[in-house]
Every structure is written in C-alpha cells, then in structure tokens.
C-alpha cells in the first residue's frame, strides 16, 4: 500500500517562494502518474501539476504555469513542487497524489492521497 507524506507548507508573502516535497513509502512512484492538488474551504480538489510515469512529461494547470515546477527523484522516492512568485490566491490545503495517468490526477480521481499541507500566501 503506498503511503504520501507531505512537508513544506507554511506561511509566505506575496512574492515570495514555498517547496513542498511528497515522500513515498510502501511501493515506488515510478509505476504512477504523480503529483500535486489543492483545495480550498467550500471548493473542489483543483488539480495543479502532474508528471506522468510513462514519459516524465509535466502537466500544469493555467494559474500556476510559469510559477510552479514539479519534479520527481526516482532514487528518494520523491516528488517536489516548488512555488514562486506566490499570490494570496495560491493559498490551499496541498495535497500529493498518485494515479494511474495524469488525467485522472489532475481530475482527482486519485489511488493515493497524502494528509495534505496548508500553504498560507499573507503579508
């Protein structure tokens, strides 16, 4: 059974710059499309980036192209996402996922959930 823990999130100003990481245990990410959703009170899970096991393409969604960038090490067993240039409208429960495809992922249709991270965009 694979197992996502999350760590990373926290407090930031507009503007300035957060690295969330996603560990794996239990099983190993290289059979999965893995990434990352957030989710705000009253909302639906939003998916936000992917890497797809199958080609190591990424997947962003529009609000964060540019911003954000995945990657995944295959030797920890990790997947990290770092965020700049954060706005208050990235604040959001993160959570890591894993899925057959990144279009399930990114739909939310997830094997696998990590507990999820707050990430808090304030001045």
């Known amino acids: 059974q694979l197992q996502l823990v999350e760590s990373g999130g926290g407090l930031v100003q507009p503007g300035g710059s957060l690295r969330l990481s996603c560990a794996a245990s239990?099983?190993?990410?290289?059979?999965?499309?893995t990434g990352w959703l957030r989710q705000v009170p009253g909302k639906e899970h939003e998916g936000v980036s992917c890497?797809?096991?199958?080609?190591?393409?990424?997947y962003y969604a529009d609000s964060v192209k540019g911003r954000f960038t995945l990657s995944r090490d295959g030797a920890k067993n990790t997947v990290d996402l770092q965020m700049n240039s954060l706005t208050p409208e990235d604040t959001a429960v993160y959570y890591c996922?894993?899925?057959?495809?990144?279009?399930?992922?990114?739909?939310?249709?997830?094997?696998?959930w990590g507990q999820g991270t707050q990430v808090t965009v304030s001045s």
């Open positions: 239990g099983g190993t990410l290289d059979y999965y499309a």
């Open positions: 996922a894993a899925a057959p495809g990144c279009t399930y992922l990114m739909a939310g249709e997830n094997d696998y």
């Open positions: 890497i797809s096991s199958s080609d190591g393409r990424t």
